[in-house]
């Protein structure tokens, strides 16, 4: 533990007090790396809005360019048609009744999940076991649709769900350290132009307050937020 401590105190040196371009950023993140294992890298937005204001809620999904680095299991509640699209498109689990019961019974093997319209009142009876592992079918998210197929390719190829907290945090995967820097902060930048697309109208004043990225094990790297395109681009 305390040799942990020694590299932790070290990579925090070695930030500094920045903030540094996206490309610098990330080019950090990946240097003050030590874990013996392939960490995520995320993005922290800092953001201007009070989450318990119904106008300044902030959720939906982004497509990363490069993949989140993540293998995702895909779960997908259909019949007919629909569960041989599924199949044919790669789900790892396809069912109705029997896989509501598998899930009942404690048998959670997937990271996400995907519903046609039709199964969702069937769905619905898995609330209180998926929604709080933020694994229930949402519309909003595109989860509950008819094009099953489209769906599994998106979660599978690298969309990733972003949520603000009721701190106004929204924590996003942005990758793993052996992608390239350029991977990364090409990811980065999907991600940041999504956050300001989706910003609520309601928000007031500053709305991007600050911006991290970080690895599994590592310290925050402060990321300049006041960049806003060329993300692939090193700092003059």
Same mark, same amino acid.
């Given at each position: 533990?305390?040799?942990k401590s020694k590299n932790?105190?070290?990579?925090?040196?070695?930030?500094?007090?920045?903030?540094?371009?996206?490309?610098?950023?990330?080019?950090?993140?990946?240097?003050?790396?030590?874990?013996?294992?392939?960490?995520?890298?995320?993005?922290?937005?800092?953001?201007?809005?009070?989450?318990?204001?119904?106008?300044?809620?902030?959720? *939906?999904? /982004? #497509?990363?360019?490069?993949?989140?680095?993540?293998?995702?299991?895909? $779960? +997908? @509640?259909? %019949?007919?048609?629909?569960?041989?699209?599924?199949?044919?498109?790669?789900?790892?689990?396809?069912?109705?009744?029997?896989?509501?019961?598998?899930?009942?019974?404690?048998?959670?093997?997937?990271?996400?999940?995907?519903a046609t319209p039709d199964?969702?009142?069937?769905?619905?009876?898995?609330?209180?076991?998926?929604?709080?592992?933020?694994?229930?079918?949402?519309?909003?998210?595109?989860?509950?649709?008819?094009?099953?197929?489209?769906?599994?390719?998106?979660?599978?190829?690298?969309?990733?769900?972003?949520?603000?907290?009721?701190?106004?945090?929204?924590?996003?995967?942005? *990758?793993? /350290? #052996?992608?390239?820097?350029?991977?990364?902060?090409?990811?980065?930048? $999907? +991600? @940041?132009? %999504?956050?300001?697309?989706?910003?609520?109208?309601?928000?007031?004043?500053?709305?991007?307050?600050?911006?991290?990225?970080?690895?599994?094990?590592?310290?925050?790297?402060?990321?300049?937020?006041?960049?806003?395109?060329?993300?692939?681009?090193?700092?003059?």
């Open positions: 533990m305390a040799k932790y105190r070290a990579a925090v040196e070695k930030v500094g007090s920045g903030p540094y371009a996206p490309l610098e950023a990330v080019k950090l993140v990946q240097e003050i790396s030590t874990a013996k294992f392939d960490e995520t890298v995320e993005a922290h937005f800092r953001l201007g809005i009070d989450t318990r204001q119904a106008d300044q809620q902030l959720r *939906g999904t /982004v #497509s990363l360019p490069n993949g989140s680095g993540k293998t995702v299991r895909v $779960a +997908v @509640f259909a %019949e007919g048609d629909a569960a041989r699209a599924a199949e044919e498109a790669g789900a790892d689990i396809v069912g109705s009744d029997d896989l509501i019961a598998d899930i009942q019974a404690g048998n959670i093997n997937f990271d996400a999940t995907v199964q969702m009142a069937k769905v619905g009876r898995l609330g209180k076991i998926l929604g709080t592992r933020g694994l229930m079918p949402n519309p909003k998210l595109g989860t509950v649709t008819n094009d099953v197929a489209k769906a599994i390719k998106e979660l599978k190829g690298g969309r990733v769900e972003y949520r603000a907290d009721r701190y106004g945090i929204a924590h996003v995967i942005i *990758g793993k /350290v #052996s992608f390239t820097p350029e991977q990364l902060a090409e990811n980065y930048g $999907a +991600v @940041f132009d %999504e956050i300001i697309r989706m910003k609520p109208a309601a928000a007031k004043g500053k709305y991007v307050k600050s911006v991290t990225v970080t690895s599994t094990m590592g310290p925050g790297v402060p990321v300049d937020s006041s960049v806003t395109r060329n993300y692939t681009v090193a700092a003059e």
